[in-house]
Protein backbone atom coordinates (compact mmCIF):
# COMPACT_ATOMS: atom_id res chain seq x y z
CA UNK A 1 0.00 0.00 0.00
CA UNK A 2 1.42 3.68 -0.80
CA UNK A 3 2.22 5.67 1.51
CA UNK A 4 -0.48 7.92 1.12
CA UNK A 5 -3.26 5.32 1.77
CA UNK A 6 -4.45 5.08 -1.33
CA UNK A 7 -4.11 2.02 -4.16
CA UNK A 8 -2.39 4.34 -6.71
CA UNK A 9 0.90 3.03 -7.72
CA UNK A 10 3.39 4.66 -9.80
CA UNK A 11 2.28 2.28 -13.42
CA UNK A 12 -1.55 4.06 -12.41
CA UNK A 13 -0.29 7.27 -13.96
CA UNK A 14 3.31 6.71 -15.56
CA UNK A 15 3.84 4.09 -18.73
CA UNK A 16 7.44 2.59 -17.36
CA UNK A 17 8.86 2.41 -20.65
CA UNK A 18 8.03 5.23 -22.91
CA UNK A 19 4.80 7.36 -23.59
CA UNK A 20 3.73 10.13 -25.76
CA UNK A 21 3.48 12.32 -22.89
CA UNK A 22 6.35 14.02 -20.71
CA UNK A 23 7.38 12.24 -17.27
CA UNK A 24 6.24 9.15 -18.99
CA UNK A 25 2.11 9.91 -18.48
CA UNK A 26 0.23 7.68 -20.00
CA UNK A 27 -2.36 10.41 -20.71
CA UNK A 28 -2.87 14.31 -20.71
CA UNK A 29 -2.31 15.83 -17.18
CA UNK A 30 -5.98 16.86 -17.03
CA UNK A 31 -7.32 14.04 -18.14
CA UNK A 32 -5.23 11.24 -16.83
CA UNK A 33 -6.55 13.52 -13.21
CA UNK A 34 -9.94 13.26 -14.41
CA UNK A 35 -9.78 8.91 -14.73
CA UNK A 36 -10.22 9.21 -10.93
CA UNK A 37 -11.45 12.49 -9.78
CA UNK A 38 -14.50 12.37 -11.85
CA UNK A 39 -17.41 11.63 -9.49
CA UNK A 40 -17.76 11.89 -5.65
CA UNK A 41 -16.74 8.85 -4.57
CA UNK A 42 -12.89 9.06 -5.81
CA UNK A 43 -12.02 12.17 -4.81
CA UNK A 44 -10.33 12.48 -1.11
CA UNK A 45 -12.47 15.80 -1.20
CA UNK A 46 -15.77 13.92 -2.14
CA UNK A 47 -16.06 16.35 -4.96
CA UNK A 48 -16.55 15.62 -8.24
CA UNK A 49 -13.74 17.79 -9.41
CA UNK A 50 -14.10 17.17 -13.62
CA UNK A 51 -17.67 18.88 -13.52
CA UNK A 52 -16.41 22.21 -11.51
CA UNK A 53 -13.92 22.98 -15.08
CA UNK A 54 -16.49 21.06 -17.27
CA UNK A 55 -20.44 21.32 -17.28
CA UNK A 56 -21.27 18.68 -19.55
CA UNK A 57 -19.86 16.71 -22.56
CA UNK A 58 -21.17 16.49 -25.75
CA UNK A 59 -20.65 14.77 -29.19
CA UNK A 60 -18.68 17.49 -30.39
CA UNK A 61 -16.65 18.32 -27.07
CA UNK A 62 -16.47 19.98 -23.64
CA UNK A 63 -18.68 22.56 -22.23
CA UNK A 64 -16.69 24.32 -20.09
CA UNK A 65 -17.91 26.32 -17.22
CA UNK A 66 -18.11 30.38 -17.50
CA UNK A 67 -14.61 30.74 -15.95
CA UNK A 68 -12.26 28.18 -15.01
CA UNK A 69 -8.20 27.84 -14.07
CA UNK A 70 -7.45 26.95 -17.58
CA UNK A 71 -5.92 23.32 -16.95
CA UNK A 72 -6.79 22.81 -21.20
CA UNK A 73 -4.36 25.16 -22.77
CA UNK A 74 -7.58 26.51 -24.70
CA UNK A 75 -5.86 30.23 -24.04
CA UNK A 76 -2.19 29.57 -25.59
CA UNK A 77 -1.22 32.64 -22.85
CA UNK A 78 -2.39 30.76 -19.81
CA UNK A 79 -0.47 27.91 -18.14
CA UNK A 80 -1.70 26.22 -15.05
CA UNK A 81 -2.15 22.50 -14.64
CA UNK A 82 -3.35 19.95 -11.62
CA UNK A 83 -0.21 19.50 -10.90
CA UNK A 84 0.97 23.18 -10.41
CA UNK A 85 -1.57 23.25 -7.18
CA UNK A 86 -1.93 19.26 -6.39
CA UNK A 87 1.75 17.21 -6.14
CA UNK A 88 0.56 14.28 -6.90
CA UNK A 89 3.25 12.64 -5.06
CA UNK A 90 2.98 14.68 -2.19
CA UNK A 91 -0.48 15.74 -1.41
CA UNK A 92 -2.26 14.83 2.26
CA UNK A 93 -5.61 15.60 3.73
CA UNK A 94 -3.42 17.86 6.26
CA UNK A 95 -5.04 20.53 8.50
CA UNK A 96 -6.01 23.69 6.77
CA UNK A 97 -4.52 26.43 9.03
CA UNK A 98 -7.10 28.59 11.03
CA UNK A 99 -10.19 26.04 9.99
CA UNK A 100 -11.61 22.63 11.00
CA UNK A 101 -11.16 22.02 7.34
CA UNK A 102 -8.58 19.84 5.78
CA UNK A 103 -6.45 20.43 2.61
CA UNK A 104 -5.41 18.96 -0.53
CA UNK A 105 -3.13 21.15 -1.60
CA UNK A 106 0.37 21.32 -2.53
CA UNK A 107 2.59 24.25 -2.38
CA UNK A 108 2.85 26.11 -5.60
CA UNK A 109 6.35 27.66 -5.22
CA UNK A 110 7.62 24.01 -4.27
CA UNK A 111 5.00 21.02 -4.90
CA UNK A 112 7.11 18.74 -2.56
CA UNK A 113 5.89 20.73 0.14
CA UNK A 114 2.15 19.79 1.33
CA UNK A 115 0.00 23.19 2.00
CA UNK A 116 -1.49 25.23 5.05
CA UNK A 117 -0.36 22.01 7.53
CA UNK A 118 0.57 22.65 11.25
CA UNK A 119 4.43 24.27 11.04
CA UNK A 120 6.03 21.24 13.17
CA UNK A 121 4.53 18.80 10.74
CA UNK A 122 5.95 17.13 7.76
CA UNK A 123 4.57 15.84 4.43
CA UNK A 124 5.26 12.61 2.65
CA UNK A 125 8.04 14.16 1.02
CA UNK A 126 9.54 15.04 4.33
CA UNK A 127 9.70 18.59 3.92
CA UNK A 128 8.00 21.00 6.58
CA UNK A 129 4.23 22.10 5.46
CA UNK A 130 3.86 25.06 4.51
CA UNK A 131 1.52 26.91 6.56
CA UNK A 132 -1.60 29.80 5.74
CA UNK A 133 -5.14 29.75 5.02
CA UNK A 134 -6.69 29.75 1.68
CA UNK A 135 -5.61 33.49 0.62
CA UNK A 136 -2.25 32.07 1.39
CA UNK A 137 -2.37 29.60 -1.16
CA UNK A 138 -3.79 31.74 -3.52
CA UNK A 139 -1.26 34.45 -3.46
CA UNK A 140 1.58 32.13 -3.59
CA UNK A 141 0.70 32.83 -7.65
CA UNK A 142 -1.20 36.17 -7.27
CA UNK A 143 0.72 37.92 -4.97
CA UNK A 144 2.91 39.57 -7.84
CA UNK A 145 4.12 39.77 -11.08
CA UNK A 146 7.67 39.17 -9.78
CA UNK A 147 6.33 35.97 -7.90
CA UNK A 148 4.96 33.95 -9.97
CA UNK A 149 6.05 30.40 -9.96
CA UNK A 150 8.56 29.26 -12.65
CA UNK A 151 9.58 25.59 -13.24
CA UNK A 152 12.18 24.15 -11.53
CA UNK A 153 13.44 20.22 -10.48
CA UNK A 154 16.01 19.24 -7.23
CA UNK A 155 15.67 17.14 -4.61
CA UNK A 156 14.02 19.52 -2.46
CA UNK A 157 12.14 21.67 -4.56
CA UNK A 158 9.65 20.78 -7.77
CA UNK A 159 7.53 23.36 -10.18
CA UNK A 160 6.38 21.07 -12.80
CA UNK A 161 5.32 24.32 -14.85
CA UNK A 162 6.03 27.66 -15.38
CA UNK A 163 2.56 29.48 -14.52
CA UNK A 164 1.47 32.07 -16.91
CA UNK A 165 -1.27 34.70 -17.13
CA UNK A 166 -3.36 36.16 -19.77
CA UNK A 167 -2.23 39.31 -20.97
CA UNK A 168 -5.33 41.16 -20.48
CA UNK A 169 -6.18 44.90 -20.68
CA UNK A 170 -7.39 45.67 -17.42
CA UNK A 171 -9.69 48.77 -17.41
CA UNK A 172 -11.30 48.51 -14.02
CA UNK A 173 -8.26 48.29 -11.28
CA UNK A 174 -4.84 48.35 -11.16
CA UNK A 175 -4.27 45.15 -9.14
CA UNK A 176 -4.80 42.87 -12.56
CA UNK A 177 -4.36 39.61 -11.55
CA UNK A 178 -1.77 40.08 -8.70
CA UNK A 179 -3.70 41.05 -5.43
CA UNK A 180 -1.04 40.50 -2.55
CA UNK A 181 -2.18 43.72 -0.82
CA UNK A 182 -5.53 41.21 -0.07
CA UNK A 183 -5.06 40.37 3.60
CA UNK A 184 -3.86 43.80 4.77
CA UNK A 185 -7.43 45.55 3.73
CA UNK A 186 -11.18 45.39 4.78
CA UNK A 187 -12.16 41.64 3.44
CA UNK A 188 -8.84 40.42 4.37
CA UNK A 189 -8.72 41.84 7.88
CA UNK A 190 -12.73 40.49 7.97
CA UNK A 191 -10.75 36.98 7.99
CA UNK A 192 -12.48 36.32 4.33
CA UNK A 193 -10.44 33.93 2.60
CA UNK A 194 -10.47 33.91 -1.72
CA UNK A 195 -12.55 30.79 -0.94
CA UNK A 196 -15.55 32.93 0.64
CA UNK A 197 -15.82 34.71 -2.89
CA UNK A 198 -14.18 32.48 -5.24
CA UNK A 199 -14.45 28.91 -6.70
CA UNK A 200 -11.23 27.23 -7.02
CA UNK A 201 -11.70 25.32 -9.98
CA UNK A 202 -14.81 26.68 -12.65
CA UNK A 203 -17.53 28.56 -12.57
CA UNK A 204 -20.67 29.68 -14.16
CA UNK A 205 -20.13 33.23 -13.36
CA UNK A 206 -17.50 35.38 -14.14
CA UNK A 207 -13.61 35.99 -12.85
CA UNK A 208 -14.33 32.25 -10.60
CA UNK A 209 -17.19 34.05 -8.10
CA UNK A 210 -18.78 31.78 -6.21
CA UNK A 211 -22.17 33.81 -6.22
CA UNK A 212 -24.20 35.57 -9.08
CA UNK A 213 -24.99 38.77 -10.16
CA UNK A 214 -26.93 40.89 -7.61
CA UNK A 215 -30.47 41.63 -8.59
CA UNK A 216 -33.45 43.47 -6.81
CA UNK A 217 -33.97 40.36 -6.26
CA UNK A 218 -31.01 38.52 -5.29
CA UNK A 219 -28.55 38.94 -2.98
CA UNK A 220 -25.53 37.69 -5.01
CA UNK A 221 -21.66 37.93 -5.10
CA UNK A 222 -21.56 41.38 -3.01
CA UNK A 223 -24.87 42.09 -1.24
CA UNK A 224 -25.34 38.61 0.66
CA UNK A 225 -22.61 40.26 3.03
CA UNK A 226 -23.68 44.23 2.39
CA UNK A 227 -27.03 43.74 3.29
CA UNK A 228 -29.19 43.89 6.51
CA UNK A 229 -28.65 40.42 7.60
CA UNK A 230 -24.74 40.81 6.44
CA UNK A 231 -22.19 41.29 8.72
CA UNK A 232 -20.76 44.23 6.55
CA UNK A 233 -21.98 47.96 5.54
CA UNK A 234 -25.92 47.88 4.73
CA UNK A 235 -25.27 48.56 1.17
CA UNK A 236 -28.32 47.00 -0.60
CA UNK A 237 -30.70 49.16 1.51
CA UNK A 238 -29.88 52.35 -0.49
CA UNK A 239 -29.74 50.30 -3.76
CA UNK A 240 -33.17 48.06 -3.47
CA UNK A 241 -35.60 50.56 -1.32
CA UNK A 242 -34.48 54.20 -2.36
CA UNK A 243 -35.83 56.09 -5.56
CA UNK A 244 -32.76 57.35 -6.70
CA UNK A 245 -29.89 55.39 -7.17
CA UNK A 246 -27.04 54.00 -9.34
CA UNK A 247 -28.47 51.24 -11.83
CA UNK A 248 -25.99 48.38 -9.74
CA UNK A 249 -29.13 46.17 -9.68
CA UNK A 250 -30.89 47.05 -12.46
CA UNK A 251 -28.60 46.63 -15.40
CA UNK A 252 -27.13 43.03 -16.11
CA UNK A 253 -23.75 43.47 -15.24
CA UNK A 254 -23.05 40.28 -16.91
CA UNK A 255 -24.44 41.89 -20.15
CA UNK A 256 -22.51 44.86 -20.21
CA UNK A 257 -19.20 44.76 -17.56
CA UNK A 258 -16.08 43.24 -17.33
CA UNK A 259 -12.68 43.70 -16.28
CA UNK A 260 -11.41 44.76 -19.84
CA UNK A 261 -14.49 46.91 -20.46
CA UNK A 262 -13.84 50.12 -22.71
CA UNK A 263 -15.32 52.64 -20.47
CA UNK A 264 -14.87 55.61 -23.79
CA UNK A 265 -17.51 56.72 -25.57
CA UNK A 266 -19.42 53.74 -24.21
CA UNK A 267 -23.18 53.09 -25.85
CA UNK A 268 -25.95 54.57 -23.74
CA UNK A 269 -27.06 51.07 -23.60
CA UNK A 270 -24.28 49.51 -22.23
CA UNK A 271 -23.84 51.52 -19.41
CA UNK A 272 -23.75 50.57 -15.88
CA UNK A 273 -22.73 50.73 -12.52
CA UNK A 274 -21.82 47.27 -10.91
CA UNK A 275 -20.07 47.46 -7.77
CA UNK A 276 -16.34 46.87 -9.30
CA UNK A 277 -16.72 49.77 -11.74
CA UNK A 278 -16.41 51.96 -8.38
CA UNK A 279 -14.57 49.40 -6.11
CA UNK A 280 -11.90 46.58 -6.25
CA UNK A 281 -12.66 44.26 -3.38
CA UNK A 282 -8.88 42.97 -3.01
CA UNK A 283 -7.83 46.40 -2.18
CA UNK A 284 -11.03 48.52 -0.73
CA UNK A 285 -10.12 49.17 3.35
CA UNK A 286 -12.68 50.81 5.52
CA UNK A 287 -12.62 55.02 5.83
CA UNK A 288 -10.79 56.03 8.21
CA UNK A 289 -10.66 59.61 7.79
CA UNK A 290 -7.05 59.33 7.43
CA UNK A 291 -7.36 60.56 3.43
CA UNK A 292 -8.18 64.21 3.19
CA UNK A 293 -10.46 65.70 -0.18
CA UNK A 294 -9.96 65.34 -2.57
CA UNK A 295 -7.66 62.23 -2.46
CA UNK A 296 -9.28 58.47 -3.22
CA UNK A 297 -10.37 57.67 0.00
CA UNK A 298 -9.50 53.71 1.23
CA UNK A 299 -13.21 52.19 0.17
CA UNK A 300 -12.29 53.07 -3.47
CA UNK A 301 -8.52 52.37 -3.86
CA UNK A 302 -7.10 50.98 -6.76
CA UNK A 303 -9.80 51.34 -8.86
CA UNK A 304 -9.90 53.22 -12.31
CA UNK A 305 -10.81 56.31 -13.24
CA UNK A 306 -9.95 59.67 -15.86
CA UNK A 307 -7.01 61.58 -15.32
CA UNK A 308 -7.38 65.05 -16.98
CA UNK A 309 -4.67 67.56 -17.48
CA UNK A 310 -7.02 70.63 -17.88
CA UNK A 311 -3.68 73.35 -19.12
CA UNK A 312 -4.81 75.71 -22.24
CA UNK A 313 -8.78 74.53 -21.58
CA UNK A 314 -11.51 76.74 -20.47
CA UNK A 315 -15.56 76.32 -20.82
CA UNK A 316 -15.35 77.25 -24.40
CA UNK A 317 -12.48 75.45 -24.89
CA UNK A 318 -13.24 71.94 -24.17
CA UNK A 319 -12.73 69.11 -24.07
CA UNK A 320 -9.07 68.91 -24.03
CA UNK A 321 -7.03 67.56 -26.56
CA UNK A 322 -6.27 63.91 -26.30
CA UNK A 323 -3.40 63.51 -25.17
CA UNK A 324 -4.22 65.71 -22.18
CA UNK A 325 -6.70 62.83 -20.37
CA UNK A 326 -6.91 58.96 -20.16
CA UNK A 327 -7.64 56.05 -18.06
CA UNK A 328 -5.97 56.04 -14.96
CA UNK A 329 -5.53 52.17 -13.17
CA UNK A 330 -4.98 53.60 -9.65
CA UNK A 331 -6.81 57.00 -8.82
CA UNK A 332 -5.24 59.59 -6.76
CA UNK A 333 -8.50 61.50 -6.23
CA UNK A 334 -12.04 60.53 -5.59
CA UNK A 335 -13.14 63.26 -8.79
CA UNK A 336 -11.10 60.94 -11.01
CA UNK A 337 -13.52 58.02 -10.46
CA UNK A 338 -16.43 60.21 -10.97
CA UNK A 339 -15.08 61.49 -14.39
CA UNK A 340 -15.05 58.35 -16.01
CA UNK A 341 -18.54 57.90 -16.03
CA UNK A 342 -20.09 61.13 -16.21
CA UNK A 343 -18.06 63.25 -18.65
CA UNK A 344 -17.09 63.62 -22.59
CA UNK A 345 -14.93 60.52 -22.01
CA UNK A 346 -17.90 58.22 -21.31
CA UNK A 347 -20.71 59.86 -23.52
CA UNK A 348 -18.88 62.43 -25.99
CA UNK A 349 -21.55 64.62 -27.94
CA UNK A 350 -24.57 62.08 -26.91
CA UNK A 351 -25.21 62.36 -23.07
CA UNK A 352 -27.69 59.93 -21.62
CA UNK A 353 -31.02 61.62 -19.56
CA UNK A 354 -30.48 61.79 -16.27
CA UNK A 355 -32.21 59.50 -13.98
CA UNK A 356 -33.73 62.46 -12.01
CA UNK A 357 -34.12 65.34 -13.80
CA UNK A 358 -34.74 64.03 -17.24
CA UNK A 359 -32.49 66.30 -19.36
CA UNK A 360 -29.08 65.24 -20.44
CA UNK A 361 -26.66 64.70 -18.20
CA UNK A 362 -23.74 67.77 -18.45
CA UNK A 363 -20.44 67.09 -18.58
CA UNK A 364 -18.85 67.28 -14.76
CA UNK A 365 -15.06 67.02 -15.65
CA UNK A 366 -16.11 70.04 -17.92
CA UNK A 367 -17.96 72.06 -14.81
CA UNK A 368 -15.50 71.58 -12.52
CA UNK A 369 -12.62 72.05 -14.09
CA UNK A 370 -9.86 73.99 -12.33
CA UNK A 371 -9.53 76.53 -15.47
CA UNK A 372 -13.07 77.87 -14.89
CA UNK A 373 -13.53 81.80 -13.28
CA UNK A 374 -16.04 79.45 -10.50
CA UNK A 375 -16.86 75.90 -9.25
CA UNK A 376 -16.86 74.09 -5.89
CA UNK A 377 -13.27 73.30 -5.21
CA UNK A 378 -13.36 69.48 -6.00
CA UNK A 379 -10.72 69.13 -8.92
CA UNK A 380 -9.49 72.60 -8.32
CA UNK A 381 -8.39 75.09 -5.06
CA UNK A 382 -10.77 77.48 -3.68
CA UNK A 383 -11.06 80.30 -5.87
CA UNK A 384 -12.58 82.66 -3.06
CA UNK A 385 -10.75 85.61 -2.77
CA UNK A 386 -9.72 87.90 0.34
CA UNK A 387 -10.61 91.58 1.01
CA UNK A 388 -8.87 93.98 3.29
CA UNK A 389 -11.14 94.27 6.44
CA UNK A 390 -8.70 96.51 7.84
CA UNK A 391 -8.14 99.15 4.99
CA UNK A 392 -4.54 98.66 5.35
CA UNK A 393 -4.18 97.79 1.99
CA UNK A 394 -3.42 93.69 2.94
CA UNK A 395 -6.49 91.14 1.88
CA UNK A 396 -6.72 89.56 5.03
CA UNK A 397 -10.52 88.04 5.05
CA UNK A 398 -12.33 85.68 3.09
CA UNK A 399 -15.38 86.86 1.70
CA UNK A 400 -18.90 84.88 2.56
CA UNK A 401 -19.46 82.52 6.17
CA UNK A 402 -19.22 79.51 5.85
CA UNK A 403 -20.76 76.23 9.24
CA UNK A 404 -17.62 74.56 10.86
CA UNK A 405 -15.99 72.60 9.89
CA UNK A 406 -16.35 74.16 6.23
CA UNK A 407 -13.68 77.15 5.27
CA UNK A 408 -13.81 79.30 2.38
CA UNK A 409 -10.43 77.22 1.03
CA UNK A 410 -12.21 73.76 2.28
CA UNK A 411 -11.41 71.20 -0.69
CA UNK A 412 -14.71 68.84 -1.39
CA UNK A 413 -15.33 65.03 -2.44
CA UNK A 414 -18.60 64.41 -4.70
CA UNK A 415 -19.52 62.67 -2.18
CA UNK A 416 -19.98 65.61 0.26
CA UNK A 417 -23.07 66.48 -1.43
CA UNK A 418 -23.98 63.00 -3.49
CA UNK A 419 -24.37 60.55 -0.36
CA UNK A 420 -27.50 59.54 2.23
CA UNK A 421 -28.19 58.59 5.54
CA UNK A 422 -31.41 57.89 7.41
CA UNK A 423 -32.92 56.76 10.42
CA UNK A 424 -35.14 53.39 9.56
CA UNK A 425 -37.71 52.11 11.57
CA UNK A 426 -35.69 50.33 13.99
CA UNK A 427 -33.65 53.35 14.93
CA UNK A 428 -31.18 52.34 13.38
CA UNK A 429 -28.71 54.71 11.70
CA UNK A 430 -28.35 53.79 8.08
CA UNK A 431 -25.10 55.77 6.20
CA UNK A 432 -24.68 55.01 2.29
CA UNK A 433 -21.15 55.48 2.76
CA UNK A 434 -21.33 57.08 -1.32
CA UNK A 435 -23.51 57.72 -3.91
CA UNK A 436 -25.31 54.13 -3.94
CA UNK A 437 -28.40 55.66 -3.13
CA UNK A 438 -30.51 58.32 -2.09
CA UNK A 439 -34.27 59.73 -1.33
CA UNK A 440 -33.30 62.81 -3.37
CA UNK A 441 -33.28 63.33 -6.82
CA UNK A 442 -29.78 62.93 -7.94
CA UNK A 443 -28.57 61.05 -4.92
CA UNK A 444 -28.57 64.14 -2.84
CA UNK A 445 -27.45 63.90 1.03
CA UNK A 446 -30.00 67.08 1.25
CA UNK A 447 -32.85 68.89 -0.61
CA UNK A 448 -31.77 70.47 -3.43
CA UNK A 449 -35.06 72.84 -5.06
CA UNK A 450 -33.50 75.07 -7.83
CA UNK A 451 -37.23 75.79 -8.79
CA UNK A 452 -37.23 79.51 -6.88
CA UNK A 453 -41.39 78.82 -8.48
CA UNK A 454 -41.63 77.01 -5.47
CA UNK A 455 -42.09 78.27 -2.13
CA UNK A 456 -39.90 75.78 -0.28
CA UNK A 457 -36.87 76.46 -3.25
CA UNK A 458 -33.36 76.27 -1.50
CA UNK A 459 -32.97 79.70 -0.17
CA UNK A 460 -36.59 80.46 1.01
CA UNK A 461 -37.55 80.61 4.40
CA UNK A 462 -37.71 77.07 6.11
CA UNK A 463 -34.95 76.06 3.56
CA UNK A 464 -31.81 75.95 6.22
CA UNK A 465 -31.80 72.34 6.42
CA UNK A 466 -30.98 72.63 2.17
CA UNK A 467 -27.86 71.44 1.05
CA UNK A 468 -26.74 74.68 0.22
CA UNK A 469 -26.62 75.30 3.78
CA UNK A 470 -24.43 72.15 4.65
CA UNK A 471 -21.44 74.53 4.33
CA UNK A 472 -22.77 78.08 3.50
CA UNK A 473 -24.56 79.62 6.58
CA UNK A 474 -28.06 80.40 6.08
CA UNK A 475 -28.44 83.03 8.14
CA UNK A 476 -25.71 84.99 6.66
CA UNK A 477 -27.11 84.44 2.75
CA UNK A 478 -31.32 84.78 3.85
CA UNK A 479 -32.88 87.74 6.16
CA UNK A 480 -33.51 84.33 8.20
CA UNK A 481 -31.83 85.23 11.65
CA UNK A 482 -28.31 86.65 12.43
CA UNK A 483 -25.80 85.92 10.88
CA UNK A 484 -22.72 84.74 13.48
CA UNK A 485 -20.26 86.71 11.27
CA UNK A 486 -19.96 90.13 9.89
CA UNK A 487 -17.47 89.40 7.11
CA UNK A 488 -18.52 90.86 3.35
CA UNK A 489 -19.69 89.32 0.58
CA UNK A 490 -18.44 89.11 -2.88
CA UNK A 491 -21.90 90.57 -3.64
CA UNK A 492 -21.77 93.91 -2.04
CA UNK A 493 -21.03 97.35 -2.71
CA UNK A 494 -19.51 100.11 -0.25
CA UNK A 495 -22.26 101.14 1.76
CA UNK A 496 -23.64 97.21 2.13
CA UNK A 497 -21.61 94.57 3.06
CA UNK A 498 -23.90 91.77 2.08
CA UNK A 499 -26.74 92.42 -0.60
CA UNK A 500 -27.66 88.50 -0.26
CA UNK A 501 -29.72 89.76 2.51
CA UNK A 502 -31.74 92.86 0.99
CA UNK A 503 -35.09 91.71 1.77
CA UNK A 504 -36.79 93.34 -1.30
CA UNK A 505 -34.81 92.09 -3.83
CA UNK A 506 -32.51 89.23 -2.88
CA UNK A 507 -33.07 87.48 0.55
CA UNK A 508 -35.96 85.51 -0.48
CA UNK A 509 -35.45 85.07 -3.85
CA UNK A 510 -33.61 81.92 -3.82
CA UNK A 511 -30.18 80.52 -5.09
CA UNK A 512 -30.89 79.35 -8.18
CA UNK A 513 -32.24 82.61 -8.88
CA UNK A 514 -28.69 83.73 -9.80
CA UNK A 515 -26.71 80.76 -9.37
CA UNK A 516 -26.37 77.86 -11.22
CA UNK A 517 -29.04 75.30 -10.92
CA UNK A 518 -26.53 72.80 -11.75
CA UNK A 519 -23.84 74.30 -8.92
CA UNK A 520 -20.89 71.96 -9.74
CA UNK A 521 -19.37 74.93 -11.54
CA UNK A 522 -19.76 77.52 -14.85
CA UNK A 523 -18.18 79.90 -16.73
CA UNK A 524 -18.87 82.84 -14.73
CA UNK A 525 -17.85 83.86 -11.70
CA UNK A 526 -19.62 83.29 -8.48
CA UNK A 527 -21.50 80.65 -10.47
CA UNK A 528 -23.79 83.48 -12.23
CA UNK A 529 -26.24 82.38 -14.78
CA UNK A 530 -28.44 84.50 -17.04
CA UNK A 531 -31.54 83.21 -18.74
CA UNK A 532 -31.73 81.33 -21.73
CA UNK A 533 -28.52 79.19 -20.30
CA UNK A 534 -30.11 75.28 -20.46
CA UNK A 535 -29.97 73.66 -18.56
CA UNK A 536 -27.43 75.82 -16.16
CA UNK A 537 -30.79 78.16 -15.49
CA UNK A 538 -33.74 78.75 -17.65
CA UNK A 539 -35.52 75.60 -19.49
CA UNK A 540 -34.10 73.80 -15.93
CA UNK A 541 -36.12 70.26 -15.55
CA UNK A 542 -37.11 70.02 -11.87
CA UNK A 543 -39.35 67.64 -10.43
CA UNK A 544 -40.38 66.22 -13.83
CA UNK A 545 -41.71 69.95 -14.87
CA UNK A 546 -40.33 72.37 -17.41
CA UNK A 547 -39.90 75.79 -15.34
CA UNK A 548 -38.21 79.08 -16.80
CA UNK A 549 -36.40 81.59 -14.01
CA UNK A 550 -36.83 84.76 -15.05
CA UNK A 551 -33.57 87.89 -13.53
CA UNK A 552 -34.39 89.65 -11.41
CA UNK A 553 -35.03 93.51 -12.64
CA UNK A 554 -31.62 94.75 -10.73
CA UNK A 555 -29.79 91.10 -11.82
Not at 183 to 190: D, S
Not at 197 to 225: F, I, K, M, V, W
Not at 430 to 442: A, E, L
Request: with cysteine; hydrophobic share 25%.
Amino acid sequence: MPASGTKVTCVTCHAPHGARYSRLLVDREEQLCFRCHNDTASSMSGRNIKSEFIKEETVSGYVYRTSYHDIFGNNPEAKVECSSCHGPHTVAAVPLSGTSTTSQLSDPQNTKRPFAGQSASTGLGGLANYVGDLSDFCLRCHESEAAVPTAKASITEFVPFSISFPSLSFTTNSGRWWKGGFKLNAHGKAALTCGDCHNSHGSDYPALQRYPEDTANTSGECLRCHSDAGPGPDIGIFLTNKPYSHPTLTVSGYVYHSNTENYANMPLASRHAECVDCHDPHQADRDDGSIAAPGARKPIAGVSGLWIDFTGTSWDSWPPPSNQYGLIRGIDYQYQLCFKCHSFYSYGNNPPASPSGGFPETDQAKEFNEKNPAYHAVAGESKIPMYDSNNDNTPDTYYGAYKSPWTATSRLYCTDCHAFTFTDSYGNLKSSKGPHGSDIPFILERPWIPDTSQSNATGKPGTSDHLCFKCHEYEYYTDNGTPSVTARSKFSDGSTPNLHRKVTKHARAGCAACHGAIPHGYKRRGNLVVQGESPYRADMISSGRRISVVPLADD
